[in-house]
């Protein structure tokens, strides 16, 4: 069981809200990744990090930010939530370095109304 | 572009059955591979890696082969089981930046 913990888990919300989606992890991870998959089909990179101070956007263009003051959390912001920002958010981490395994938070399930 | 696909969304089997999932690959560089099982609600968990350096590798209950000629790799499940019910996702590991492709996901069905 991997220690990456996401929340919340499930979060309905209306148009226009800001809200933040949070990931921690307790391994040590220098690297962590944002997801955006939508119910049953691939994972799409969103955001990452090599460390603390360290973004990068993905591979799927999102209008999420992330930060990463401290190596063990991740937390990840939408400023004004829409419809369109649905779907599941999911966070990850692995050891710095090549070819290592990435680790997964259960992930948050959002839905904006 | 660099892509990483499965050829079936959905794969039904009988319980006690061997299952295998496809995935196909297009970086000829690519050289590290993992499936991950991703059950409903959960993120996706690691299953079996395997390196390009290798055809084969086995774990427990679960067969991966790598073909680079045709860059192509297969998970098998031997004895399938209603526990192995979820949506599993060949992923490559792009070198340098760690990370991951991940295909569409082929969703196993086992049936008693």
């Known amino acids: 069981e991997a220690d990456i913990y996401q929340t919340p888990r499930y979060l309905v919300i209306g148009t226009g809200k800001k809200i933040t989606l949070e990931c921690s992890q307790t391994m040590g991870h220098d690297k962590m990744y944002w997801y955006q998959q939508d119910p049953g089909m691939e994972l799409h990179l969103i955001h990452y990090s090599y460390g603390v101070n360290s973004t990068e956007k993905g591979d799927l263009s999102s209008e999420s930010t992330v930060s990463r003051i401290r190596t063990e959390h991740f937390p990840l912001t939408l400023e004004s939530a829409r419809p369109s920002h649905t779907s599941q958010y999911l966070c990850?981490?692995?050891?710095?370095?090549?070819?290592?395994?990435?680790?997964f938070g259960p992930g948050t399930r959002l839905t904006v109304l | 572009g660099e892509s990483v696909g499965l050829h079936l969304p959905t794969l039904s089997v009988q319980e006690g059955d061997n299952s295998i999932i496809n995935c196909a690959y297009s970086n000829s560089a690519s050289d590290y591979f993992i499936w991950y099982k991703q059950e409903s609600g959960k993120g996706p968990q690691f299953i079996i890696d395997?390196?390009?350096?290798?055809d084969k590798r086995q774990g427990q209950r679960v067969t991966v082969l790598l073909n680079k000629t045709v860059k192509h790799l297969s998970l098998q499940i031997a004895a399938t089981q209603p526990g192995d019910s979820a949506v599993y996702f060949c992923?490559?590991?792009?070198?340098?930046?760690?990370?991951?492709?991940f295909g569409a996901g082929t969703r196993l069905a086992v049936h008693p």
């Open positions: 990850a981490s692995s050891e710095i370095g090549t070819n290592n395994e990435q680790f």
């Open positions: 395997i390196r390009s350096n290798m």
């Open positions: 992923a490559d590991l792009t070198g340098g930046y760690n990370k991951l492709i």
